[in-house]
Protein backbone atom coordinates (compact mmCIF):
# COMPACT_ATOMS: atom_id res chain seq x y z
CA UNK A 1 0.00 0.00 0.00
CA UNK A 2 1.39 3.46 -1.07
CA UNK A 3 2.28 5.51 2.39
CA UNK A 4 4.49 8.68 3.18
CA UNK A 5 6.95 8.97 5.81
CA UNK A 6 8.57 12.15 7.50
CA UNK A 7 11.34 10.99 9.70
CA UNK A 8 11.49 14.01 11.35
CA UNK A 9 8.73 15.36 13.56
CA UNK A 10 10.40 18.66 14.78
CA UNK A 11 12.83 20.41 13.29
CA UNK A 12 14.60 23.75 14.74
CA UNK A 13 16.90 25.76 12.44
CA UNK A 14 17.88 29.42 12.39
CA UNK A 15 16.70 31.98 10.51
CA UNK A 16 19.35 32.86 7.60
CA UNK A 17 20.33 28.93 7.70
CA UNK A 18 19.34 25.97 4.67
CA UNK A 19 16.83 23.85 5.83
CA UNK A 20 16.14 20.09 4.52
CA UNK A 21 12.99 18.24 5.23
CA UNK A 22 13.11 15.21 4.31
CA UNK A 23 10.18 12.60 3.09
CA UNK A 24 9.93 9.10 1.95
CA UNK A 25 7.24 7.08 -0.08
CA UNK A 26 6.32 3.48 -0.55
CA UNK A 27 4.66 3.02 -3.67
CA UNK A 28 4.47 0.17 -6.75
CA UNK A 29 4.65 3.15 -9.18
CA UNK A 30 5.73 6.72 -9.40
CA UNK A 31 3.21 8.76 -7.69
CA UNK A 32 2.18 12.41 -7.61
CA UNK A 33 4.01 14.25 -4.72
CA UNK A 34 3.42 16.97 -3.16
CA UNK A 35 4.47 19.25 -0.32
CA UNK A 36 1.94 21.38 1.92
CA UNK A 37 2.25 23.97 4.44
CA UNK A 38 0.28 24.57 7.15
CA UNK A 39 0.31 27.66 9.32
CA UNK A 40 -1.39 27.53 12.65
CA UNK A 41 -5.19 27.84 12.50
CA UNK A 42 -4.75 27.88 8.64
CA UNK A 43 -5.21 25.30 6.15
CA UNK A 44 -2.69 23.68 3.71
CA UNK A 45 -1.30 25.69 1.28
CA UNK A 46 0.42 24.36 -2.00
CA UNK A 47 4.67 25.07 -2.24
CA UNK A 48 5.04 22.73 -5.10
CA UNK A 49 4.24 19.39 -6.78
CA UNK A 50 5.82 16.89 -8.69
CA UNK A 51 4.10 14.76 -11.84
CA UNK A 52 6.79 14.15 -14.02
CA UNK A 53 9.90 15.69 -16.42
CA UNK A 54 12.59 17.53 -14.29
CA UNK A 55 13.28 16.24 -11.01
CA UNK A 56 14.02 19.45 -9.64
CA UNK A 57 10.96 21.33 -9.06
CA UNK A 58 10.47 24.93 -7.93
CA UNK A 59 7.73 26.23 -5.90
CA UNK A 60 6.45 29.22 -4.21
CA UNK A 61 8.40 31.00 -1.58
CA UNK A 62 11.81 30.00 -2.66
CA UNK A 63 11.16 26.47 -1.94
CA UNK A 64 12.60 23.30 -4.00
CA UNK A 65 11.96 19.98 -4.09
CA UNK A 66 13.78 17.10 -5.70
CA UNK A 67 12.45 13.31 -7.04
CA UNK A 68 15.17 10.97 -6.54
CA UNK A 69 13.28 7.83 -7.68
CA UNK A 70 16.60 5.47 -6.71
CA UNK A 71 15.79 6.81 -2.92
CA UNK A 72 12.02 6.75 -2.87
CA UNK A 73 12.23 10.27 -1.64
CA UNK A 74 11.23 13.91 -2.01
CA UNK A 75 13.27 16.35 0.30
CA UNK A 76 12.36 19.47 0.65
CA UNK A 77 14.49 22.24 0.59
CA UNK A 78 15.42 25.88 1.23
CA UNK A 79 18.48 27.73 0.76
CA UNK A 80 18.01 30.56 3.56
CA UNK A 81 14.78 30.18 5.93
CA UNK A 82 12.95 33.43 7.07
CA UNK A 83 11.03 33.76 10.34
CA UNK A 84 7.95 33.45 8.86
CA UNK A 85 8.66 30.04 7.51
CA UNK A 86 7.92 28.39 11.01
CA UNK A 87 5.29 26.16 10.53
CA UNK A 88 3.79 22.99 9.56
CA UNK A 89 4.91 21.11 6.50
CA UNK A 90 3.00 17.62 4.80
CA UNK A 91 4.56 15.80 2.41
CA UNK A 92 1.90 14.11 0.49
CA UNK A 93 1.29 11.69 -2.84
CA UNK A 94 -1.24 10.72 -4.76
CA UNK A 95 -2.25 8.51 -7.65
CA UNK A 96 -4.76 8.56 -9.77
CA UNK A 97 -6.83 4.81 -10.22
CA UNK A 98 -9.81 5.61 -12.41
CA UNK A 99 -11.35 8.81 -10.82
CA UNK A 100 -10.01 7.55 -7.17
CA UNK A 101 -7.54 10.53 -6.47
CA UNK A 102 -6.88 9.21 -2.74
CA UNK A 103 -3.87 11.36 -1.24
CA UNK A 104 -1.85 10.04 1.50
CA UNK A 105 0.19 12.54 3.89
CA UNK A 106 2.80 12.04 5.44
CA UNK A 107 2.55 13.04 9.89
CA UNK A 108 4.22 16.27 8.93
CA UNK A 109 7.38 18.50 10.38
CA UNK A 110 7.06 21.21 12.65
CA UNK A 111 9.45 23.23 12.04
CA UNK A 112 10.64 26.00 14.48
CA UNK A 113 12.76 29.07 13.40
CA UNK A 114 15.19 30.58 15.97
CA UNK A 115 16.24 34.82 15.48
CA UNK B 1 -10.18 33.50 -7.05
CA UNK B 2 -11.95 33.07 -4.46
CA UNK B 3 -10.34 30.21 -2.11
CA UNK B 4 -12.63 26.96 -0.91
CA UNK B 5 -14.46 28.50 2.17
CA UNK B 6 -15.77 26.58 5.20
CA UNK B 7 -17.84 27.07 7.98
CA UNK B 8 -17.39 27.12 10.68
CA UNK B 9 -14.21 27.73 11.84
CA UNK B 10 -14.37 26.50 15.42
CA UNK B 11 -17.27 24.32 17.19
CA UNK B 12 -17.58 23.27 20.62
CA UNK B 13 -19.85 20.27 21.75
CA UNK B 14 -21.09 17.53 23.98
CA UNK B 15 -20.80 13.91 23.37
CA UNK B 16 -23.67 12.55 21.64
CA UNK B 17 -24.69 15.61 20.00
CA UNK B 18 -24.63 16.36 16.47
CA UNK B 19 -22.77 18.93 14.18
CA UNK B 20 -22.27 19.80 10.63
CA UNK B 21 -20.03 21.54 8.50
CA UNK B 22 -20.21 23.73 5.42
CA UNK B 23 -17.83 23.55 2.65
CA UNK B 24 -18.32 25.48 -0.34
CA UNK B 25 -15.65 24.84 -3.76
CA UNK B 26 -13.48 26.52 -5.80
CA UNK B 27 -16.10 27.78 -8.81
CA UNK B 28 -15.50 25.02 -11.66
CA UNK B 29 -13.95 22.04 -9.32
CA UNK B 30 -15.74 19.08 -9.90
CA UNK B 31 -14.16 17.31 -7.43
CA UNK B 32 -14.52 17.75 -3.76
CA UNK B 33 -12.56 16.05 -0.36
CA UNK B 34 -13.58 15.87 2.69
CA UNK B 35 -10.53 15.08 5.33
CA UNK B 36 -9.78 14.69 8.84
CA UNK B 37 -6.95 16.11 10.53
CA UNK B 38 -5.98 14.71 14.14
CA UNK B 39 -3.64 16.54 16.51
CA UNK B 40 -0.13 15.93 15.45
CA UNK B 41 -1.04 13.47 12.06
CA UNK B 42 -1.52 14.57 8.27
CA UNK B 43 -5.13 14.87 6.65
CA UNK B 44 -6.67 11.52 6.52
CA UNK B 45 -9.27 11.01 3.30
CA UNK B 46 -13.08 10.75 4.94
CA UNK B 47 -14.53 11.09 1.19
CA UNK B 48 -14.54 12.44 -2.07
CA UNK B 49 -17.26 13.76 -4.57
CA UNK B 50 -17.43 13.58 -8.43
CA UNK B 51 -19.70 16.24 -8.97
CA UNK B 52 -22.91 14.93 -6.62
CA UNK B 53 -22.02 11.28 -6.94
CA UNK B 54 -19.67 9.62 -4.46
CA UNK B 55 -16.08 8.37 -5.79
CA UNK B 56 -14.39 6.66 -2.32
CA UNK B 57 -15.72 6.92 1.26
CA UNK B 58 -14.10 3.69 2.23
CA UNK B 59 -12.92 5.59 5.18
CA UNK B 60 -15.53 7.60 6.21
CA UNK B 61 -17.28 6.04 9.74
CA UNK B 62 -20.81 5.61 7.92
CA UNK B 63 -22.65 4.79 11.38
CA UNK B 64 -21.99 8.14 12.65
CA UNK B 65 -20.64 10.17 9.56
CA UNK B 66 -22.50 11.25 6.09
CA UNK B 67 -21.93 13.79 3.57
CA UNK B 68 -23.94 15.07 0.87
CA UNK B 69 -23.02 17.19 -2.26
CA UNK B 70 -27.27 17.30 -3.80
CA UNK B 71 -26.45 20.10 -6.46
CA UNK B 72 -22.56 19.41 -7.44
CA UNK B 73 -21.08 22.61 -5.43
CA UNK B 74 -21.65 23.19 -1.54
CA UNK B 75 -21.28 19.87 0.86
CA UNK B 76 -22.39 18.80 3.81
CA UNK B 77 -20.58 16.70 6.87
CA UNK B 78 -22.60 15.66 9.21
CA UNK B 79 -21.64 13.52 12.71
CA UNK B 80 -24.48 11.77 14.55
CA UNK B 81 -23.39 11.23 17.42
CA UNK B 82 -20.21 12.63 18.17
CA UNK B 83 -17.61 10.66 19.65
CA UNK B 84 -14.52 12.83 22.02
CA UNK B 85 -12.31 10.94 19.55
CA UNK B 86 -14.04 12.66 16.96
CA UNK B 87 -12.44 16.05 18.08
CA UNK B 88 -9.93 17.37 14.89
CA UNK B 89 -9.87 19.53 12.41
CA UNK B 90 -11.86 19.14 9.24
CA UNK B 91 -10.58 19.98 5.81
CA UNK B 92 -12.83 20.30 3.19
CA UNK B 93 -10.49 20.69 -0.59
CA UNK B 94 -11.65 20.89 -4.36
CA UNK B 95 -9.74 20.12 -7.24
CA UNK B 96 -10.38 20.17 -11.19
CA UNK B 97 -11.21 16.89 -11.72
CA UNK B 98 -8.52 14.82 -10.50
CA UNK B 99 -5.39 17.52 -10.37
CA UNK B 100 -4.06 19.35 -7.55
CA UNK B 101 -6.47 19.81 -4.45
CA UNK B 102 -6.71 23.00 -2.39
CA UNK B 103 -7.60 23.12 1.05
CA UNK B 104 -10.33 25.95 3.11
CA UNK B 105 -8.94 26.36 6.22
CA UNK B 106 -10.85 23.99 7.85
CA UNK B 107 -13.26 23.57 11.31
CA UNK B 108 -12.14 22.84 14.61
CA UNK B 109 -14.08 20.39 16.29
CA UNK B 110 -13.64 19.91 20.50
CA UNK B 111 -15.96 17.09 21.34
CA UNK B 112 -16.44 17.63 25.17
Known amino acids: AQSVTQPDIHITVSEGASLELRCNYSYGATPYLFWYVQSPGQGLQLLLKYFSGDTLVQGIKGFEAEFKRSQSSFNLRKPSVHWSDAAEYFCALTYLCYNNNDMRFGAGTRLTVKP | EAGVAQSPRYKIIEKRQSVAFWCNPISGHATLYWYQQILGQGPKLLIQ????????DSQLPKDRFSAERLKGVDSTLKIQPAKLEDSAVYLCASSFGTDTQYFGPGTRLTVL
Open chain 2, 49 to 56: FQNNGVVD
